[in-house]
Each structure stands twice: as C-alpha cells, then as structure tokens.
C-alpha cells in the first residue's frame, strides 16, 4: 500500500489507463485538471476503472461499467477512502446508483454544484452549465444531480469547436491548447451575449477548471467546477 493510499482521504474513478485521447491527456497536465494531483492541496487516489472510456461513460453511458464502478468504490471505501468522486462530469447519471451502493459519500460530477448555486442567487436566476458536450447531457444526467427543472439553465457545449472537438474525432493526435483556451472563452462570452441574466457558470467537464480563472476574469461572475467540489468535500471529512 502506497503512502498515497494511506493519507488519502478521496479516491478517484478515472479512465481505463491507455483509454484517454491524446488532447485530454494534454489538458490533463494543466494544473486544475481534475486528474493532475497538482490541482489538490491534498493526497488524493487515483483509480483506473476497466471499461471506463469516452464511448461508455459519455456517449453511451454502459451499465457494465457502472457495475464495475461500485465494486471498485467498494473496495476503496474498504480501504479507508472517506469519500468517492469521478474524473468525467457525465458520471452525473450514475450519481444515485453509486451513492445508494458504497457506504461512504459520492460525488460524481460538479454538476451536483448547480442546485447550489441556483438556491443562492434565487429560483428565479439564470445559471450557464458549460459542458465537453452539449447534444450528449441528457435529461437523466441533471435529474440524477438533483436538477428538477431546466427553467433558467443555459447549456452550452464545446463540441461546436473545432479544435475541442478533435480530441474525440481524432484521439491520436496533438491538439492547439492555445487554441482551446480561446475556444473556451469565445463560447463563455457567448453565453453571456446570449443570455445576460446568467448569474453564474457551472463548468461540467472535469478538463474545465484550468481555464476557471479566465473565466471568472471575463465574466466577473462566479464560477462552480469540479476544483471547487472537491476543495468543499475534502474540507468536510
């Protein structure tokens, strides 16, 4: 057993290791990357989940996976782990069957952050979810995070921008994260030329956090992504 596995406290289903495109394993190097253990001030463990890939997890969501999912959190939780988390925000639509099977708590996508955020700016605010894809969060995704209604919610999806959108139609392959980082902001001050009542953004993607700041800084409003969940959760164990 590692001294990671002895001091941390939250461990991590990740992608089978050799399943993750090129360009994520790029973001992944940012500090902020939800699988970059730069982001933490804390130990956090890491575990590869077999079968977990972009097809199973975000595009056609696999109940084989999520099978393997909590037998992997079972074992971790036997080990000490306090509490459970994900390293891709569409792991939302396994939040319930995840939290009802491991005895210790989960927390699978920031998007738990969007009732939050919704209560204190008033029922009545707007609030932008930015995601890796907009076509492929689903209905089931929200409901599962305890999002009742889309009244007020804007989602806007990167997969209308051409670099962001190679990592998946061309995983081998390096992509321009300068590039990126503007796509990320063209599509935030987008939203906000769309929709000026947004009060708040909620970043889904766990690849989103490094560009928080930027985002903050442009928008001037506050910003929930993954960082700032697991940042709350670690503080409460």
């Known amino acids: 057993m590692t ?19 090129m360009g994520l394993r790029q973001l992944e ?15 956090v463990r890491f575990h590869p989940v077999s079968g977990a890939n972009v ?6 969501p696999d109940s084989a996976v ?15 782990i306090k509490a459970i988390t994900t390293s891709c ?11 009802e ?3 210790v708590p989960v927390f699978t996508s920031s998007l738990l952050q969007v009732p939050f955020a919704t209560r204190i700016h008033g029922p009545k605010s707007e609030i932008c979810i930015l995601t890796a894809n907009a076509r492929a969060l689903r209905p089931e995704h929200l409901s599962s995070v305890g999002i009742a209604s889309t009244e007020g919610l804007h989602i806007l999806g990167l997969e209308r921008c051409e670099e962001w959108n190679r990592m998946f139609t061309e995983p081998d392959l390096e ?16 939203a906000m030329q769309e929709h000026p009542g947004i009060r708040a953004f909620v970043l889904e993607c766990t690849d989103l956090p490094p560009y928080a700041a930027m985002i ?9 992504d993954f960082v700032s969940m697991i940042n709350y959760l670690h503080s409460s164990l």
């Open 55 to 60: 097809h199973s997890i975000l595009e056609s």
């Open 216 to 224: 903050r800084r442009y928008s001037g409003l506050p910003v929930f």
């Open 175 to 190: 992509v321009d994260l300068a590039v990126i980082e503007q796509e990320v902001l063209d599509t935030t001050l987008r």
């Open 101 to 103: 099977a491991v005895s």
């Open 66 to 80: 999520l099978r393997t999912m909590i037998a992997d959190a079972r074992t971790m939780a036997s080990e000490g």
């Open 89 to 99: 925000g569409f792991n939302a639509i396994f939040q319930q069957e995840l939290a």
């Open 3 to 21: 001294n990671e596995t002895k001091v941390a406290k939250i461990g991590m289903l990740c992608w089978e290791t050799g399943q993750v495109p």
């Open 29 to 43: 190097a940012l500090v902020g990357n939800s699988t970059n253990p730069a982001s933490y001030a804390f130990p």
